[in-house]
């Protein structure tokens, strides 16, 4: 009995000590990253007091009436690029992989290829982009060449993500689908697409949110660090109302907005910089919080 | 399960059971099939006749390869790589080998109706559900719809339990519930053969009786081939009984002389469940 509840009390101390540690564990993360919004926030924040100009101006030699006009329509026009070619290639490739290939040893190799790009630097993709597009294609550095450069970037993670919704619905499904005498395409795009959306949904959203935070390939493939004027408009008031030219435009985004303010000489510039990484952080974590909210609510209606 | 039920119900089953030596009729006819899982042989030589417009009951202890001859009728086994099936499941009175590969998986699944071993409904509406097969064969008028919706979930015993929630999800369902939805489903498309597995394995004894109910009504239009581990049912229902075992067919025969006088030990000692 003695045994026992020393046993008891030594193993109470083992837990206790955990909780310690893992405590301050946690502490140690959640803190840097409290610090870090504090410390952007009062540097940044008495210029996003006076947003109009902030998000309405393009960056100048005066700090305080330089904005992030430029760098966030660039980011928008790149990630609409992105979004437009990722999108469709990564659950077309995605699709085709789970759905139609045959299992063997050639489409294991593409599996665990595809899951390893996912972690490959993405300054290496900016290298592949930039010898792709730049070299082979002659094209210089744009609003399409970015995007598609972040679109090379994430498409294996849609991929992925697609995958894995596509994998979780049960064969089951599958067959009762095929049993009502259902094509492979019928399946496909009354079943399969419909069930995964809520995965695909929130893959992409985290990818394009890891994507507008890229700097590094987008330098490498020659982004701007300050553009003059903005992308000519996408819609028009004559006919045929589309006008494709922005695609061509010269671009920066708002992280390579933040580098060149950083890299300023004038120390007043970094109340810019970090001004412009509220606004990236909003971004990005508006964005996460989408994903999660579309997560959420599939779960709640498909229960496999 | 009711003692008494079975009896009764089994003797007003038998005065209307077709008698297989006067209906010559076939409707399929599989002849020396065997099948293949990749390496393993879960068919072996099986014959076996199916009279059109009878029910014809699977009976034979798990994994003796029921659900595997049920998914030949339909060539579910196609979906997957590696399986092989040898001999032929002809059809009659066209005389087609359904197992050739001449012939179109499609073709035969969209002749036959399956219901799963288990409950395997989309996550869609009760009425997209059912509407499923209309829809694949491009039926889209409304009323249409409609009516053979209401009409299939009327058979399948399901349509008073449901009739006011036509369009919430079918995933919220009892496990019941969703079993005779399946049901439904496959009545929908009025198939020529319906393939049931164990299709009131999850059914209390009212609902298991109105889908028996269905079974006999429904053979007057189409032939149904059912897996049961309920022996009671077989008797029931069915107008023949075949038994399995190991992958063979061991003993078939009209359901009245297949329980009362077995050929074969091996049907004897299951029937009797001194087995194994
Ligand atoms: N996909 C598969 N691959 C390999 N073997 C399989 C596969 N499916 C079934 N089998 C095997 O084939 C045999 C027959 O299986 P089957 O599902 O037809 O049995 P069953 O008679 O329907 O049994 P139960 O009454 O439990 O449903 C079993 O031994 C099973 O293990
Ligand atoms: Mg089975």
Known sequence: MNDVSRLIAYRKRQDWWFQIVGALCTLVGVATLVALIVKLML??????????????????????????????????????????????????????????AKKNRFTDLIEVNISNLAGVPSITYGLMALWLFGYLLGLSSSVLVGGLTLSLLILPIIIVATREALRSIPQAIREAAYAAGATKWQTIWYHMLPYSLGGIATGTIIAMSRAVGETAPLIVIGAAGWVSNLPPSPVTSHAPFLNFRWLNADFTVLPIQMFTWTADPDPAFQANAAAAGLVLIVFTLSMNAAAIIVRYRVRQKLKW | MNESRPATRAGAVAASRTDYASSGHLKAEVRGLNFFYGQRHALKNVELPIPERTVTALIGPSGCGKSTLLRCFNRMHDLYPGNRYEGEIVLQPSGVNILSPAVDPMEMRLRTGMVFQKPNPFPKSIYENVAYGLRLRFVNKRSLLEERVEAALRSAALWDEVKDRLHQSAFKLSGGQQQRLCVARALATGPEILLLDEPTSALDPIATSRIEDMIFTLKEQVTILMVTHNMEQAARVADFTAFMYLGELVERGATSQFFQNPQNELTEKYLTGSFG
């Open chain 1, 43 to 100: 540097d940044g924040l008495p210029l996003l007091m006076r947003w109009r100009v902030f998000l309405f101006s393009n960056a100048s030699y005066m700090p305080d009436e330089s904005g992030i006009l430029m760098a966030w329509v660039g980011s928008l026009c790149v990630m609409l690029v992105t979004f437009l070619t990722a999108v469709p290639l990564g659950v077309g490739a995605a699709i085709y992989l789970e759905e139609y």
